[in-house]
């Protein structure tokens, strides 16, 4: 009888659950944790229910975004997103605007550095540029050292300590409801330093293919907030938009209300109450 023949050796550890999905499922994946933290966003707002409802219902949906991989695994989804589309990062568009910006503005002293707060960071995208950036960045889970962890809607300064940049990059898609949406706005506004910046990065579905939003209403809502529309960039699926702190805020309400129509159409929205700004 002749020897028989040996397989090749073939390893059949799993890859971590976060590293299995394709570009595809990870962007189901991300849909699912966003339509998770908004039904969340929702209980946790609905006051006929009593407490213990609440608390119980947040519970289980916690629960849900756990088995599908947690916090953990959106952040390596929407990293295996941005290595599809020829590994490009928002603060790459960030970086040479600002740069831009710099230049042009002659009222800057000699080796001044910015002061930038990035919402929500998946990495330390603003290391390199120390020279000229001090970047503090937060998010409610860490992946890398160096990133604080910390809730925006509790973030807090003095007077002295606003920044000169605050970066919300596909962090306000993620908020679960349009008032915390408009909150969270609102407080970017009372972070900011006069004559400073807001950077955001939204799918660009929020804005073109929503029933209650399109950039018009947007730039209302944050001219209302102080701030206005300098410099805007479009990719195939990503709204960019920087925003400069002018003028003082006005005491708008902005209600969700329909601006357009369509069978495919999504709900995102903003809703911004003067009372809580």
């Not at 590994?87 to 710099?102: G, Q, V």
């Not at 970047?135 to 409610?140: G, Q």
């Not at 509790?154 to 679960?176: A, R, T």
């Not at 400069?244 to 005491?251: A, D, I, P, W």
């Amino acid at each position: 009888m002749g020897k028989a023949s040996r397989r090749p050796w073939k390893n059949n550890r799993k890859k971590p659950i976060t590293e299995q999905r394709s570009v595809k499922d990870s962007k189901t994946f991300i849909s699912e944790v966003h339509r998770l933290n908004q039904e969340v966003e929702k209980v946790r707002c609905n006051y006929r229910m009593t407490a213990l409802e609440r608390e119980a219902r947040i519970h289980i949906l916690r629960e849900k975004i756990e088995k599908l991989g947690g916090l953990t695994a959106y952040q390596h989804a929407s990293k295996k997103g941005e290595e599809h589309h020829g590994n490009f990062n928002s603060a790459k568009w960030i970086i040479s605007t600002l740069e831009a910006a710099r230049a042009e503005d002659t009222t800057l002293k000699k080796n001044r550095k910015f002061d930038l707060l990035d919402v929500g960071a998946v990495s330390l995208n603003y290391k390199k540029q120390e020279s000229w950036i001090n970047c503090k960045a937060i998010d409610l889970n860490p992946q890398e050292a160096g990133i604080v962890e910390c809730d925006f809607f509790q973030y807090k300064l003095e007077k002295s300590e606003l920044y000169d940049v605050i970066v919300l990059s596909l962090v306000l898609n993620f908020v679960g409801t349009p008032i915390r949406r408009g909150r969270m706005l609102s407080h970017c506004s009372q972070l900011c330093k006069a004559s400073g910046y807001l950077f955001l990065v939204m799918p660009l579905s929020c804005l073109e293919n929503s029933r209650y939003m399109n950039p018009k209403l947007l730039n209302e809502i944050m001219e209302s907030l102080a701030f206005r529309l300098v410099k805007e960039h479009k990719s195939r699926k990503l709204s960019f938009k920087m925003f400069q702190k002018v003028g003082k805020k006005q005491h708008k309400d902005f209600k969700k209300k329909k601006v357009f129509d369509g069978l495919k159409c999504n709900n995102f929205s903003i809703v911004l109450r003067s009372k809580t700004r």
